[in-house]
């Protein structure tokens, strides 16, 4: 799929460099210096349009983030998959911090309306998705995920919020600021939406109890953000759906990608147990 996409568009595909197989699979091309993202999941398919007029819309706004390569019609089809083509984010710069994360969110929140269509929040959505479109799920395991979505559901039916409703990045943790000499670039939009702005801030305190993260990296964004989102009573809700999307997301992939499994099973035990400390390993 990748050498006919590189074929069609003339790039290099040798010395192609998988840099990550999840929802999407994001393919470094340093002959070109572009990135290739690939969804991986045809139910996933209609995020890729979305991606697109966001990225631009920020690149409108001067939002620090990364940039599509112009002059080639995106989404791109390949075959029954969708793909968008990026300029490679250039090496340098300091490691990033909750402090860049905080001032990134701080600068898209404050953004007016775009001029298209989001679709409203509902983080749940591809979680289901993902459990249709599992490959190998056990009955007993599929079960107890449609029961935890419909249970959390439930409890985000009745949210309160405190921070005004607007544009969100959608999945704003660390991973997703890349490094630059001229500073930190944020990067993947599948879950950019309209929604309550707590939600971008509730990722980096779950990656702090789940992946270790250092505990000053959530001082920080709050700090710069100037809400402390673990403080409101609506945080155990969203630190649940979080968990349920990041326990979820290799379930369409399961199959070609089996190394996943040890870790899946090992978030699910976490998931039923109600334990909500014990420390998670990233998927690779």
Known sequence: MLRRLCAELGFAHRGARLVKFTSNAVFDLPADRVVVRIVGSTTLRHRAVKVV????????????????????????AVGDHLATVW??????????????????LRQVHALPAPGFDLPRWAPLDDVRRRIADAEELSAPDRRFLEDRCAEADDRLAELRTVL????????AHLGNLIPS????????????????????????PVGVARFGHPARWYRQLADEYGFDV?????????????????????????????GVREELHSRLKALRAGDTTTPWTPYR
């Open 230 to 258: 673990t403080r409101w009573p609506g945080f155990p809700v969203l630190r649940e759906v979080r968990e349920l999307k990041l326990t979820t997301s290799v379930l369409p992939i399961m199959r070609s990608h089996p």
């Open 87 to 104: 300029h490679t984010v250039p090496s340098g710069g300091r490691p990033v911090d909750g402090r860049d994360l905080g001032r990134v």
């Open 164 to 171: 005004p409703q607007g544009v969100l990045h959608g999945d």
């Open 53 to 76: 007029e966001v990225a631009r819309w920020l690149a409108s706004h001067d939002v620090p983030a990364v940039r599509l390569v112009e002059g080639v019609p995106q989404p791109l």
């Open 181 to 204: 000499p001229d500073g930190p670039v944020i990067c993947d939009f599948d879950s950019t939406s309209v929604g309550p702005r707590e939600w971008d801030l509730s990722t980096l």
